[in-house]
DNA sequence: TCATACACTGTGTGTCACACACCATGTGAC
DNA sequence: GTCACATGGTGTGTGACACACAGTGTATGA
């Protein structure tokens, strides 16, 4: 593996714990998967179709979303948003992320 | 899955990316693995053993960082640093995280 | 008919944590 | 002096699980 994919792979990695904070902080207002995947785009967090589905079946399997089918013009969407639980964890989350964040900085400076 | 146990495998998941990071970044100076582990616990980094070592041989591999078996105070220990490699991916994994980083305050804001 | 919007699945690969194993050295109890 | 034990130090094997890739499929409007 030369420099490049390695490097790849490596970035992968570090985007990848950050993608289950990004989600649940954007559904703190309601959001169907295409539009959250636009949003989240736009903030500079890309994420695969494929990567972003089964991430939102999971977080509703675990209680921290609810999804709701829904018709908005003339479509079948599946509408989702942070449950209560959902809100604890992703407030403590936050402060975990906020603390490895400063962590990171230290060793990084 | 309680609150907690899903609060925690986030947490861990979350946590996961910065570790290798974290690992280079400290390596920008020479350390064997125990002193490495005891200077990143210090500044909120904790990682098992079993964490460590195998990631450093994994780093090592994949050519970013060099290691030397050496005697020091009657022990025989395994010192790592950086490679030049290994300084380049890092450079450009500080710059991701900090990209990472302004996306997820804008999101999390 | 073709792009875009929208939702979903199956599989492969790779990483971390847990539990464990192993050896060396210093130290205090006896 | 020797035995137990803590501490320092380096590893392995396995299982769980998450992401990305590639692909499937429907609906809508231009």
Redesign the interface.
Known sequence: ?G?AE??EA??L??????L???VL??LRSEQYGYSLRMA?AE???EMEESTLYPLLRRLES???LTSEWREEAKRKKRFYRLSA?GE??LA???A??R??????E???A
């Open positions: 593996m420099e390695t490097f490596l970035r990695e570090l985007r990848r714990g950050s289950v904070l990004a902080a954007r989240l903030d500079g967090i675990q209680g921290l639980e604890a964890v403590r989350l936050h975990e992320w603390r490895i964040s400063a962590s990171l230290t060793v990084l």
